[in-house]
């Protein structure tokens, strides 16, 4: 499936919540099951600055696509990575690049984050395109 | 029912935003130990400054000039009585507690030198932290800790062992904000003085709760913000012995702060116009007397006893939930409530609280080396002021043991 297909699918299923807080249920659920990265992984440059709650994400090539592992010690935390996983791995580096973001603000993610986890959001957001941004100019 | 005599629904209804819906969700400000909320007779005032009298102080010949300055200086003499200063330029004005502290630790760069030594407390706010890092590398001082238990109380003894004569000064809060944690700031004081050393008390989560003598203490600075009792954000003062204001250099040049310019030399002003550079928050200044006016109608003797009736009936129905633990649990402490559940991030508490009408602080509580000694990444922190309810405290707990099912 193609990012902007995941990223409609994503609103959709935000869109049949009635509240926030079971979006929040929804999303620790997303949480729990996020892939999670190899603990050999879990260094210090591998944490994603900008984010109160620790987050690690790991990027891995795998026959041209960019395959993301993650973990942090906040479940929401996790919840919100899983999201962004789903959105943005296992696509080829260039789609995640050229990719847009829009589908955060469709949820209204952001605005219901606190100000701290919002601009944790965005650190992550940044980082996986930097990954992208890496593996493309390998790849080239 | 709690057995105070304060009648809190009235009190209740001084606080325009403690009407106010958060997630649909009636608010519980349960965040007081980062600012408190402002009632309308403060408010009433800052309006009525803007409205009325809005003017530069101290320099103009209007009239306005001349109210706003006169309703400024009453201003600090308000402070002066509420905090029994000798006098009223012994207290100076300031944006806060940081500023505050920024002033007294600049100012000693001239008096410290290599190898003195400055003590301050294991359980500092970072703005009681790293201004005197900052001076002791400018200086070469040494900076040591006074250590604490698990339960949050400083050690005493060690304290002892540590001052001696080449201790110059002692840094300590009143009371911690992140613990709640009352520091015997009496004793403090007074050890520190037979050595030799200053002492500056951080008074800034002590004032909401208890009124500070600073000539019975013998305190030599003590500083503290408006916000955190009633006022509005951006001013504070710094209460400093008129021997030890005198002795300190100004820490910002402009106007105001000068007797006469020239270009070759300018001499400065008199206490306490040598330490407030530039035109002032004139009307936080003045809505800071007004809250303490506020505060001091309620009467602080109710307000700490009704705070401590609600402390204890919020930790006793906080314990009852498994795997609850509180850090700070010191004989003396105040309406602050630090806790964690096993297994689950503060952050991921305080998110979804939030989500049910709850405001709460989680976080460090800018008190790193407090959670670098529990080992923890942070805390939940609740912290109740005397417009808080026995009710509050109920959908707290709730929303506490609902968090908790949905997270783990």
């Keep these: ?140 | 029912m709690l057995k105070t005599t304060l009648d809190i629904q009235k009190i209740r209804k001084d606080f325009p935003i403690l009407k106010r819906e958060v997630s649909g969700k009636p608010l519980v400000y349960l965040d007081n130990a980062a600012t408190s909320q402002t009632p309308q007779q403060v408010i009433d005032v800052i309006v009525d400054y803007y409205q009325n009298y809005n003017a530069n102080i101290h320099r103009g010949v209007h009239a306005l000039s001349q109210e706003a300055t006169d309703k400024y200086e009453q201003a600090r003499v308000k402070i002066q009585r509420h905090f029994n200063a000798a006098k009223p330029h012994e207290i100076i004005f300031t944006s806060g507690t940081t500023h505050s502290i920024n002033i007294v630790a600049n100012g000693f760069s001239s008096l410290i030198k290599k190898g003195d030594e400055i003590l301050v407390s294991a359980m500092e706010h970072h703005s009681n932290i790293v201004p005197w890092q900052m001076l002791c590398e400018r200086t070469g001082a040494i900076l040591k800790v006074i250590p604490m238990n698990q339960e949050g109380e400083l050690l005493m003894d060690v304290y002892d062992d540590l001052l001696s004569d080449t201790t110059k000064l002692v840094f300590c809060n009143h009371i911690s904000n992140a613990l709640g944690t009352i520091n015997p700031i009496e004793e403090i004081i007074e050890k520190a003085h037979k050595v030799g050393a200053a002492v500056l008390i951080d008074g800034a989560q002590a004032a909401p709760h208890l009124v500070a003598d600073v000539q019975k203490l013998d305190v030599d600075f003590y500083t503290v913000s408006a916000h955190k009792i009633c006022g509005p954000t951006g001013v504070g003062m710094l209460y400093g012995k008129e021997d030890w204001l005198n002795k300190l250099p100004p820490y910002q040049g402009g106007g105001e702060m000068i007797a006469e310019v020239t270009f070759e030399k300018t001499t400065y002003a008199d206490l306490p116009h040598k330490f407030e550079a530039g035109t002032p928050n004139i009307c936080g200044g003045i809505a800071f007397g007004a809250a303490l006016d506020y505060m001091n109608a309620i009467g602080f003797k109710a307000i700490a006893e009704y705070e401590y009736e609600l402390l204890t009936y919020a930790t006793q129905e906080l314990l009852k939930i498994d795997g609850l633990k509180i850090y700070g649990t010191a004989k003396n402490k105040t309406s602050v409530i630090s806790f964690n559940i096993k297994g689950i991030h503060p952050y991921d508490i305080g998110s979804i609280l939030d989500k049910l009408g709850i405001a709460v602080r989680t976080g460090h509580h800018c008190a790193q080396p407090i959670m670098d000694f529990y080992k923890i990444p942070g805390t939940v922190r609740a912290s109740f002021s005397f417009y808080n309810t026995k009710e509050e405290v109920d959908v707290l707990v709730k929303g506490v043991e609902r968090a908790k099912a949905m997270l783990l």
């Excluded at chain 1, 995941?6 to 997303?30: C, K, P, T």
């Excluded at chain 1, 603000?105 to 941004?133: C, F, W």
Aim: proline share 2%; hydrophobic share 45%; net charge negative.
């Design chain 1, 1 to 140: 499936m193609e990012i902007k297909e995941i990223q409609a699918e994503i609103v959709d299923e935000f869109a049949m919540f009635e509240d926030w807080m079971q979006r929040y249920e929804y999303m620790i659920e997303l949480g729990k099951s996020l892939p999670m990265i190899d603990e050999e992984f879990k260094t210090d440059d591998n944490i994603i600055k900008g984010c109160q709650s620790k987050v690690w994400v790991h990027a891995e090539l795998q026959d041209e696509k960019l395959v993301f592992t993650a973990d942090s010690d906040a479940i929401i935390t996790k919840g919100i990575i899983a999201i962004l996983i789903r959105a943005f791995s296992n696509q080829k580096p260039q789609d995640i690049i050229d990719a847009d973001t829009e589908f955060i603000d469709e949820i209204g993610l952001k605005e219901h984050l606190s100000p701290t986890r919002a601009n944790g959001l965005v650190s992550m957001i940044k980082q996986l395109k930097l990954y992208a941004v890496a593996y493309q100019t390998q790849l080239n």
